[in-house]
Every structure is written in structure tokens, then in C-alpha cells.
């Protein structure tokens, strides 16, 4: 099991950037594959950005690409997602994810670790 704990979320107008943040512990974190997610009152948690444990491979979903950044630092136990040109529509809770053996998968069901989750706000 790995500990995860997110950091980095607010209030910010629509047009502007936050960067998240995801300390891990509990197994050696370049073993492990990592994703974000998000999730809305009354809706599925869905699947924003997953990177390998190298941090040469990602994977986006369409809505974010282009505006948001998935990336490690497997030195400092870190995950972070750069999110920048933010829309109302990416108001929610966001959330990382820990999968063990490393295979990219969006697949929330297919993460063993998951964090408490940062609130992201949008305003218009």
C-alpha cells in the first residue's frame, strides 16, 4: 500500500493555472505507475492523466490535453499536474493514484492507492 497526500488546490478564475502536487510513500515510487483524476458531485470519478514510472510516457484525456502537464520527480517521491488555461468545467476534486506493477491503464478500478483529494475551483 502506498500513502498518498495531494496539495496544491484553490479557488482560481477561469484563464489561470494551479499546480497539484502528490507526496508518496510506503513503496518505492519509481516502481509505481501514477495518475490523476477528478471527480464532481454526482459523478463518476473520471480519468484526467496517467505517466509511467519513468516519466516518459503519458497519457491525457482529450478535454485537458494541451492545457494540462502530467509529471514526476521519482528523487523527491512526487507527482505533479500542471494545470494551466483552467475552465469552470474542470471545477472538482482531483485526486492521485498509485498502480502497482507500473502498466498505464486510465481505469480508475485498476489503482491500488489512492490520496484524500484537493478541491479545485474554477470561477468564471
Known amino acids: 500500500q502506498v500513502q498518498l497526500v495531494e496539495s496544491g488546490g484553490g479557488l482560481v478564475q477561469a484563464g489561470g493555472s494551479l499546480r497539484l502536487s502528490c507526496a508518496a510513500a510506503?513503496?518505492?515510487?519509481?516502481?509505481?505507475?501514477m495518475a490523476w483524476f477528478r471527480q464532481t458531485p454526482g459523478k463518476e470519478r473520471e480519468f484526467v492523466a496517467v505517466i509511467g514510472s519513468s516519466g516518459r510516457n503519458t497519457v491525457y484525456r482529450d478535454s485537458v490535453k494541451g492545457r494540462f502537464a502530467i509529471s514526476r520527480d521519482n528523487a523527491k517521491n512526487t507527482l505533479y499536474l500542471q494545470m494551466n488555461s483552467l475552465e469552470p468545467e474542470d471545477t472538482a476534486v482531483y485526486y492521485c493514484?498509485?498502480?502497482?506493477?507500473?502498466?498505464?491503464?486510465?481505469?480508475?478500478?485498476?489503482?491500488?492507492?489512492w490520496g484524500q483529494g484537493t478541491q479545485v475551483t474554477v470561477s468564471s
Open positions: 510506503g513503496r518505492t515510487f519509481s516502481t509505481l505507475a
Open positions: 493514484a498509485a498502480r502497482f506493477p507500473p502498466i498505464i491503464t486510465i481505469r480508475s478500478d485498476l489503482y491500488d492507492s
